[in-house]
C-alpha cells in the first residue's frame, strides 16, 4: 500500500516532565535512546523560543548519542536558525509558534507568510538540510509549499485526530477525507509526504494507511501512554498498528 511507514518520535514532552521539577530526571536523549531501540525510524524535538521543553543541550546531547536522523521543529525565527545552522541536524520542520498555546495548534500558513519562510527554506537548505514544512491539509498550502522549494511537507493531523477521540465519527471522516485528498495532491507534486499531531492508537490505522505518506511523527501519546506500558511497549504498539494499516 506504500511501502513501509517511518515512525519519527517526538521526545518533547519527556523534557516537559524533567521540567515540571527541575534537575536532569527524565532525560530526554535517555527516552530517544529507547525510542530507538524500540524501533523508531527517527527522533523529532522541537527547541521553542520559550525553552518550555527540550533545550538546546538536549540537542547537542542528542547529535552526539543519536545515530538515527534527528528532525529539528523549529519556528522562522532567527535564532532558531541560528541553532539549525549551528548544530545541522538531518532535517528542520518550519511549524508555527505562539507563546501562549499549549501546543501547536494548525499547520504553518505558507501561502500568507510567503516572504516570511521563503529566507528560511532558501538558507536551511543550502546548508544540507532536509526542509518540511508543518501545513494544514489543503491543495493551495501544497502550491505554495511546492513553490518555495521545500522537498518535503508535514499534514496537520490535528482535526481529524480530535474528531477521532470526541467521538465523531462524520467529522472524523470528513477530516481524513481532507487529509486523503491532501496527501495524493502533494504527492502529485513531487512532494514527501508526512503527517503528525495527535495521533493515538485510536486513530493511527486510518492515517497509516494513506499510500502517498512516507513517515509519522508521533510524540505527546506515545509518552503518556508509557507511564502505562512504558516507552519501548508503546512504541512497539504503534509501529505494529501502523503496519499492520499498510498490510
Not at 157 to 180: H, N, P
Amino acid at each position: 500500500m506504500g511501502g513501509r511507514l517511518r515512525l519519527g518520535v517526538n521526545i518533547d514532552h519527556v523534557a516537559t516532565i524533567r521540567n515540571a521539577r527541575g534537575g536532569a530526571h527524565p532525560d530526554p536523549v535517555r527516552a530517544a535512546l529507547i525510542a530507538r531501540a524500540a524501533g523508531a525510524d527517527g527522533i523529532t524535538l522541537h527547541v521553542r523560543e520559550d525553552r518550555r521543553h527540550v533545550r538546546e543541550d538536549d540537542l547537542l546531547r542528542l547529535k552526539a548519542a543519536m545515530d538515527l536522523p534527528i528532525n529539528l521543529e523549529m519556528a522562522c525565527a532567527e535564532e532558531m536558525l541560528e541553532i539549525a545552522l549551528q548544530v545541522r541536524p538531518h532535517a528542520c520542520c518550519l511549524v508555527p509558534e505562539r507563546r501562549e498555546e499549549r501546543t501547536t495548534e494548525g499547520g504553518l500558513d505558507v501561502a500568507a507568510q510567503h516572504n516570511h519562510v521563503a529566507p528560511y527554506v532558501r538558507q536551511l537548505r543550502e546548508a544540507g538540510i532536509r526542509v518540511s514544512l508543518f501545513i494544514d491539509p489543503s491543495p493551495v498550502q501544497n502550491a505554495v509549499a511546492q513553490a518555495l522549494g521545500a522537498p518535503v511537507i508535514e499534514i496537520h493531523t490535528g482535526a481529524y485526530c480530535g474528531a477521532v477521540e470526541a467521538g465523531d465519527a462524520a467529522r472524523a471522516e470528513a477530516e481524513l477525507k481532507t487529509i486523503q485528498a491532501a496527501a495524493a495532491d502533494a504527492a502529485g507534486r513531487g512532494l514527501e509526504v508526512h503527517a503528525g499531531h495527535g495521533i493515538s492508537f485510536a486513530s493511527v490505522g486510518p492515517i497509516a494507511a494513506i499510500p502517498q505518506l512516507k513517515e509519522l511523527n508521533i510524540g505527546h501519546f506515545l509518552v503518556g501512554e508509557a507511564i502505562f506500558t512504558g516507552l519501548a511497549g508503546a512504541i512497539a504498539e504503534m509501529r505494529r498498528r501502523m503496519d499492520a494499516a499498510r498490510a
